[in-house]
Structures are given as structure tokens and as C-alpha cells.
């Protein structure tokens, strides 16, 4: 409480190196939450049950209100859980980082078979010297989004931390794998 109440580059570390915070006045929630989202430019979670609990659940990008939370903390939050404990915030966050992976996955896939696609045609049509027939084109383009389909049966591994989505990465990876 008193440690953070004062701005100071002491208190955004102490902030940060904390593992958890409990028994803080509400104010206090709210700058926490605050200095995680605006200096060190973290998502930021928070959970709630109270009215003293609304204005940090306002200020985090996702405010979480338990199952028995009151009428301010859940309009206060984005997300309102129907059932007790965090179990459902758990399985969202597994069954999400699955998502984005299946969805990386795809991306990069995607964009290498559209390089090859690119350079097979370019090659065959300069180095042949004759036309290629448009139905052959949508064709292979057709043909190669049947390779697309073991995509959706893929189970991806859990990361153990968040992913961001690099673009620079995904388009190397993918102008290696085309």
C-alpha cells in the first residue's frame, strides 16, 4: 500500500519484480494495474469480486469478475465467470495459445505455398516460352489447398509462456520453407 502510493522508478520495479498483490485499497489496485499496462506495456489481468475491485477491473485490459461478484464489479469487467474458481480462465488461456499456434501454422504454410506456386509458374512460363491454360492454374491452386486440410486435424503443443505474433519471423520462415 504505502510503498506505491508515491511515483517513483522504486516503486514501477517494485511493482514489476512482485509477484502478487493482496489486502490493497482500491486506488491502489488501480495504479498497479496502470503502471503494469502503461510503462512496461504488459497485458494485464485482473480478478474481482467487490465494488472496491471496479475501477482496477475497468483500468485492466482484462477484468475478470468471479462467480459471486457484485452488479459494479461485473460491469466493471470484460469477462464474468458463471462457474467457481479459475478453472475456466486456465482452459481459455491453453485452448487459445492451441489457436494462435493453429493459426501460425496455417499462416506460414500458406504463405510458403504461395511462393512456390509464384515461382513454379514464373519458371515454367519463361523458361518453356509458351502460355499456360488458365484451367490449369485454378487447378493447381486448388490442388494445393487440399494440402491445407491436415492443418485443421494438426494438435499443436501448449507454449508455456505467451507468443506474440512476429511478422518478420513468419515471413522468413516462410520465404525458407517456399
Do not use: H, W
Not at 482500491?26 to 504488459?42: Q, S, T
Not at 496455417?106 to 509458351?130: G, W
Amino acid at each position: 500500500g504505502e510503498e506505491i502510493r508515491d511515483a517513483s522508478e522504486i516503486r514501477d520495479e517494485m511493482i514489476q519484480q512482485a509477484d502478487g498483490f493482496a489486502q490493497v485499497l482500491p486506488r491502489d489496485k488501480r495504479e498497479v494495474v496502470l503502471v503494469l499496462r502503461n510503462k512496461f506495456k504488459y497485458v494485464v489481468g485482473m480478478t474481482g469480486d467487490g465494488v472496491n475491485d471496479a475501477p482496477a477491473l475497468s483500468a485492466a485490459q482484462c477484468g475478470i469478475a468471479v462467480e459471486d461478484a457484485t452488479d459494479a464489479a461485473k460491469n466493471a469487467a470484460a469477462i464474468i465467470l458463471t462457474t467457481p474458481g479459475l478453472s475456466a480462465i486456465y482452459s481459455a488461456i491453453i485452448e487459445s495459445r492451441r489457436i494462435f499456434r493453429k493459426l501460425k501454422s496455417y499462416v506460414i504454410y500458406r504463405f510458403a505455398a504461395t511462393i512456390q506456386i509464384v515461382v513454379v509458374l514464373t519458371l515454367l512460363i519463361f523458361i518453356s516460352n509458351c502460355p499456360i491454360n488458365s484451367f490449369y492454374i485454378v487447378l493447381f491452386a486448388l490442388l494445393n489447398d487440399v494440402t491445407l486440410l491436415p492443418i485443421a486435424y494438426d494438435t499443436q503443443g501448449v507454449s508455456a509462456t505467451p507468443e506474440y505474433p512476429a511478422v518478420m519471423p513468419i515471413l522468413i520462415t516462410s520465404a525458407f520453407m517456399g
